[in-house]
């Protein structure tokens, strides 16, 4: 096999932008075109290169190297294995679905669909990326047009301005998509400052000319640089995966992104974060990992539960999902924490199950902001009648989220319970439990607000879904209802590379 | 014999003009003739020590420098007639579209 | 693959088949009454195949892996044959398959769509109930547990555009979901201490001997936790009563036949792993007799006929819990399985006095059984099964339920159980008193329902008499382990029960008002539902809402506000130093000259 897949699969959005950017002006029906058709080739290959991976021999595959600076050992080195392979896939679902949703974008829409697919690849560069050199630039590639997809096609909403930091609050712009943007992009520039400061100790460190994955993973580090070189890709990726307390930055983010930009941040990005720790983390550190899971999982509990409940507290539905991814990354890195089988396997299915599942919430959320014009769910009611399908799709959306059975969502919660009470703190199986439990109230209250009751009197001519917004729910529901019913097919290949990963940490 | 030292005081004191004329005209041609007579300066410099030093390389930068200069020069009045297309005025002090 | 195995598989097969295709083509959901027909025709099928499976006593067992791991899968799905399962797939297919039949003419005036809708919920949810039933392991059981909830939370929802329906729906999903928070604790807690969910391996252990578990108390405790959610048990009881703005054929499914008997379904299924923990047991005899005891209460005082029938399903569920927890497992099952023929049967009765009439409220019905006495009649037998008169169902297995709990030597729990009796007989009296005879108070004419309405209601009556003469004639067994007294005595409750409510709601010999001041205490609590409602609303709102609140004003006024003050410091700072750029050339200029300078004078100095 020599055709790259895994470089097509990355690029093919990239070129998609450059096309979109030099060919496609001022023809919104070629821009679309264009899109569906460059992440749509990467959608098709990532199914198959999900069916191709060999699970008996497990390990990175589809590897590609091509040497860059050769003098710093710095290549561009691709290869995926059972965890990046789900992660591939859920990328190609996300952005596809989100090509969908965002149809009805009218202002400048092929700066917005060439920065969209750009972003894409740098997500795509970050998953199959073993070079962490090459894996940080394609981290870079991928925050970085955030900032103009919020700052310009964003929304504004208000805060407004209490407590003891209020004049904080008037000076900063809160609330305005341009100091969403602007708080979005310098928390996670702060984050990636760590990670290359993390790399770099480990290249010195190491002394060898390379900044392979594979040659990083046959180094053993001492136990004390582990240490402290696992804190930083704990903080620089945490903080995008919105670890406790710097997570700030992404209910502001989401809320005001638009629609597209909302599902590929929380159901994509965020993972980025929780791979990142996962995979160069513990991949590379073990002991660091090891001495440092009690503040990963301690962490991971507050996230569950204070997300959960501040999504309690949000008025405005879009700040409800919001918060709400910030409390399923919790369920992510407390998976993660337990350093057991089954808990890892929970966390990367939960990396999936909730990115498709808040990518399906945003998608609604946006359908709803873009009929009714507006986010306040105290203002809305009975839009069942009106929006059935919508009404359904969200409905399916928040069962995965609290966790019923059938859906994704489920099966990595319950893995990640498990793996915690086998882990070196049980407790940590209660908060995890108990957000379950919030998310079912939360949930559920908005779902009983929004759509069910006697219809709002301040809305009128509400309508269902259309055509290709179609495509994009029944797409995320469907995946999310198929992956509950059959887990197997997604933990089959993360399970291959959990348990040589964990090989490393519990036998060093 | 005129000493190296004299022609490296000349140069010094056509800079220093130069500079004086960067630093007190307002007027922008003003400034761009102080950058010139500065640029000189470099040039006597760099003639002087390839006469004195016998090496030829110091005449070759100068020539550069002449066309670069002379580049310089039309860049500088350029961005000067286009300041005055705009802003009707070339007085240096109320050119502070950066002041912070 | 075991041919055996396939009969039993068809019998959920064949509602899931039914739910994927209403749910999947909206098409036919939107005919309504034909999406009603394949609905329907799905578990006719499903019921035929129980009843076979049934009837030749299928034994076996087959899993399938779910959940992969390294060394061979954590989790299983698949299917787990036995007497008490296949009872209850005969129970749940058929009162499906009458319930379902009833709605089409129950649900007659609505939309075809919304009609398509419950259809597919119905169907989901025989699905669901049937996979539970089946389940060899916990984990199965919970899955299908949870989505039972989610298809009460949608029945109950099903006019979502009534405010209180959407909120029973949603108190009932919460309230239900509190206890299998406990549930999944608990499988969580007996995995990790077994690493099986499966029952047979556990079952095994348990009777070897070998199943050292430390804590299995509080593992089977919290598991128990889930049936007191979805049995509706003290003092998770509270959603149960709200559940009733549900369509009332779903109040007849799904909470009093089928779903809400899941708890008891469950400690049987589970006793060998129960009966290692007599503490557990005890706690599960009390926590039922009480709340038998203190339903049975609430009913006396309730005026809305679903409700009152919504509290009589509490309290019996109350006699199975106590009676599992006595260790008469099969009594607590057998009042399972007839009290699912005739409370579905008083359920349905009920639904349609309320569409002749349209009201629930008992004090203004009355006379009814001149205009339907078919109904009438039905409602009648139900009563008397359910206030256990023999030769009904309900006598046999009320009374092997009470001879359990005395054999147990649970005094407390019988006394209870005997008084809820009484009760018993009491208000489900009142009940036809109020409704049936006495004064007519209903405006209009009501009228006798159509005959497939009728049909089922029939149907189900027959069957509880029949159920009750077969009991009679071929089941001793129960009743050896009796003493002879308890058939007159439990009777002679029932009697008196009947009497009282004669007297008070028919011949007005005794002034109701009057008793209700004599135990006005009694009174004034029953009719507030003891303060539970309401220590739940404030609860949840004073509680988890009141503290959300505060985190969420934390996270966005403190956190962030932090992380604001940061910025705006930073904003400050730089604004201050903004004013060295003057952004004139020449001071830029002198800058750098001064600059310059001021090396030259550093490098002089330096050399020195």
């Known amino acids: 096999m020599t055709i790259p897949l895994l470089s097509i699969i990355t690029w093919s959005p990239f070129i998609g932008a450059l096309l979109i950017m030099f060919t496609a002006r001022h023809s919104p029906r070629a821009v679309r075109l264009i899109s569906v058709v460059t992440t749509g080739i990467s959608a098709v290959l990532s199914i198959w290169i999900y069916v191709a991976y060999e699970r008996e021999t497990a390990g990175f595959q589809f590897y590609e190297k091509v040497p860059l600076v050769p003098p710093l050992g710095i290549s561009y080195e691709v290869g995926v294995d059972g965890i ?123 002394g060898s000319a390379s900044f392979s994955f594979l040659d990083f993973e046959a180094t053993a580090f001492p136990r004390g640089l582990q240490r402290w070189v696992f804190l930083a890709f704990y903080v620089g990726f945490g903080i995008l995966a919105g670890i406790w307390p710097l997570h700030t930055w992404s209910p502001d983010g989401h809320a005001s992104a638009p629609t597209a930009v909302s599902m590929l941040h929380a159901g994509v990005l965020m993972k980025l974060g929780a791979y990142g720790v996962v995979r160069v983390g513990m991949g590379l550190l073990p002991d660091g990992a090891v001495d440092l899971a009690w503040l990963v999982g301690t962490i991971a509990c507050v996230n569950i539960v204070y997300g959960a409940l501040s999504s309690m507290a949000q008025t405005d539905l879009k700040y409800v999902i919001a918060y ?98 086998r882990s070196a703190h049980p407790w940590w199986l209660f908060p995890a439990v108990a957000g379950t439990f919030l998310t079912a109230i939360y949930v559920l209250r908005v779902v009983k607000q929004i759509f069910w009751g006697p219809p709002s009197a301040h809305f009128h001519d509400l309508g269902d879904a259309r055509g290709p917004e179609w495509v994009a729910l029944v797409l995320l529901v469907a995946v999310l209802v198929f992956f509950g019913m059959v887990p197997g097919l997604a933990i089959g290949p993360i399970d291959t590379a959990t348990v040589p990963l964990l090989a490393r940490i519990v036998s060093p | 014999m005129i000493g190296l030292s004299s022609y490296l005081v000349l140069a010094a004191l056509v800079f220093s003009i130069g500079l004086f004329g960067v630093l007190t005209r307002r007027n922008a041609v003003g400034i761009l003739l102080g950058i010139e007579l500065m640029l000189n300066a470099v040039n006597i410099n760099l003639v002087a020590f390839a006469r004195f030093h016998g090496d030829l390389t110091g005449l070759i930068f100068t020539l550069f420098t002449i066309a670069i200069t002379v580049v310089e020069v039309a860049v500088g009045l350029a961005i000067v007639i286009a300041i005055f297309r705009v802003r009707r005025t070339v007085d240096a002090d109320r050119l502070d579209l950066l002041r912070g | 693959m075991d041919l055996s195995l396939l009969l039993p598989l068809l019998v959920p097969a064949m509602p899931f088949a039914a739910f994927l295709i209403l749910a999947i083509v909206p098409p036919i959901r939107r005919t309504g009454r034909g999406a009603g027909a394949l609905s329907i025709a799905a578990i006719a099928v499903s019921f035929v195949a ?158 070897a001997n070998t199943l050292a578990v430390p804590g299995l108390a509080v593992i089977m405790f919290l598991i128990y936790l889930g049936a007191v959610g979805k049995s509706a048990q003290f003092p998770l009881h509270v959603w149960l009563p709200d559940a009733m703005e549900g369509p009332t054929p779903v109040s007849a499914l799904i909470h009093a036949a089928t779903m809400v008997t899941a708890g008891v379904f469950l400690v049987t299924r589970a006793e060998p792993l129960f009966a290692l923990v007599p503490e557990v047991m005890a706690v599960i005899a009390w926590v039922g007799a009480f709340t038998a005891l203190l339903a049975a209460t609430m009913a006396c005082v309730e005026g809305d006929i679903k409700r009152v029938l919504a509290y009589s399903t509490v309290s019996q569920l109350g006699y199975m819990m106590a009676a599992a927890g006595a260790g008469a497992t099969p009594a607590g099952f057998l009042h399972l399985l007839t009290h699912g023929l005739f409370k579905a049967l008083l359920f349905l009765a009920a639904g349609a006095v309320i569409h002749a009439v349209g009201t629930n409220d008992m004090f203004r019905m009355g006379g009814l059984f001149r205009a339907m006495p078919h109904t009438a009649i039905v409602f009648l037998i139900g009563t ?56 007519a108070h209903a405006g209009g004419h009501p009228h006798e329902a159509p005959w497939l309405m009728r049909g089922p209601l029939w149907l189900l009556a027959v069957l509880t008499v029949v159920a009750g003469i077969r009991l009679a004639l071929s089941g001793a067994e129960a009743h050896e382990a009796t003493p002879g007294w308890l058939p007159p005595f439990s009777v002679g409750l029932a009697l008196l029960g009947f009497v009282l409510a004669l007297a008070m709601y028919q011949r007005g010999v005794i002034d109701p008002a009057r008793v209700a001041r004599a135990l006005a205490p009694l009174d004034y609590l029953a009719r507030r539902r003891y303060g539970l409602d309401a220590l739940y609303a404030g609860l949840y709102r004073g509680l988890i809402l009141g503290f959300a609140r505060v985190i969420g004003w934390i996270d966005r006024y403190f956190v962030d506000g932090i992380l604001n003050a940061l910025t705006a410091l930073t904003l400050r700072a730089g604004d201050s130093l903004r004013h060295i750029q003057t952004g004139r050339a020449q001071d830029y200029v002198y800058g750098v000259a001064f600059g310059v300078l001021l090396l030259f004078v550093w490098a002089q100095l330096w050399r020195r």
Not at chain 1, 376 to 403: H, Q
Not at chain 3, 426 to 438: E, S, W
């Open chain 3, 50 to 207: 129980a009843v076979i499976v049934w009837h030749s006593g299928f034994v076996g067992e087959r899993t399938w892996g779910w959940i992969p791991a390294d060394g061979g899968p954590i989790a299983t799905v698949g299917v787990m044959v036995d007497p008490i399962s296949n009872a209850m797939l005969v129970l749940v297919t058929l009162v499906s398959l009458l319930v379902q039949i009833y709605s089409l003419a129950y649900l007659s005036d609505e939309r075809p769509g919304a009609l398509g809708r419950y259809y597919t919920y119905q169907s989901l949810f025989v699905f669901s109930m049937l996979g539970l039933v089946l389940a060899p392991g916990f984990l199965q059981m919970f899955v299908f547990w949870e989505l039972v909830g989610l298809c009460s939370y949608l029945l109950i929802g099903f006019w979502y555009d009534r405010p209180a329906a959407a909120r029973a729906a949603v108190k009932a999903f919460w309230i239900t979901k509190l206890g299998d928070l406990g549930f999944i604790i608990g499988i969580v807690l007996l995995w990790s201490a077994t690493g099986t969910f499966e029952f047979s391996e556990l079952f095994e252990r348990a009777e």
């Open chain 1, 324 to 421: 709400s991814s910030v409390s399923h990354m919790g369920i992510v890195m407390l998976g993660a924490a337990t350093l057991t089988e089954v808990g890892l396997n929970g966390s990367v299915f939960q990396m999936f199950a909730h990115g498709v599942m808040t990518g399906l919430f945003f998608a609604l959320v946006g359908l709803v902001y873009e009929k009714a014009h507006s986010r306040e769910i105290g203002k809305m009611g009975g839009f069942a009648k009106m929006m059935p399908g919508i009404a359904a799709a969200f409905t399916i959306g928040g069962l995965s989220s609290l966790g019923l059975p059938a859906t994704a969502g489920f099966v990595a919660e319950l893995l990640t319970f498990l793996g915690s009470w």
């Open chain 1, 84 to 206: 990046s392979l789900l992660m591939v896939l859920l990328t190609s679902i996300i952005i596809v679905a989100g090509v969908f949703a965002s149809w009805t974008v009218t202002v400048r829409s092929q700066e917005f669909y060439a920065l969209l697919l750009a972003l894409v690849t740098g997500v795509y560069g970050v998953f199959v990326s073993l070079d962490l050199f090459v894996l940080f630039l394609f981290y870079e590639l991928a925050v970085l047009p955030m900032y103009l997809l919020i700052g310009i096609w964003g929304s504004t909403g208000e805060v407004r301005p209490r407590g003891i930091f209020a004049w904080a609050f008037r000076e900063t712009g809160v609330g305005t998509k341009e100091y969403a943007a602007m708080k979005l992009t310098l928390y996670l520039l702060f984050g990636s400052a760590f990670i290359l400061v993390g790399i770099l100790a480990l290249y010195v460190h190491a």
């Open chain 3, 384 to 439: 008397l099964a359910l206030a256990g008169v023999p030769p009904l169902a309900g006598f046999y297995s009320k009374e092997a339920v009470l001879g359990g709990v005395w054999e147990a030597h649970l005094t407390g729990p019988f006394l209870m159980l005997a008084l809820t009796a009484l009760l018993t007989a009491f208000y489900m009296f009142r009940a036809v008193f109020l409704t049936f005879f006495g004064r």
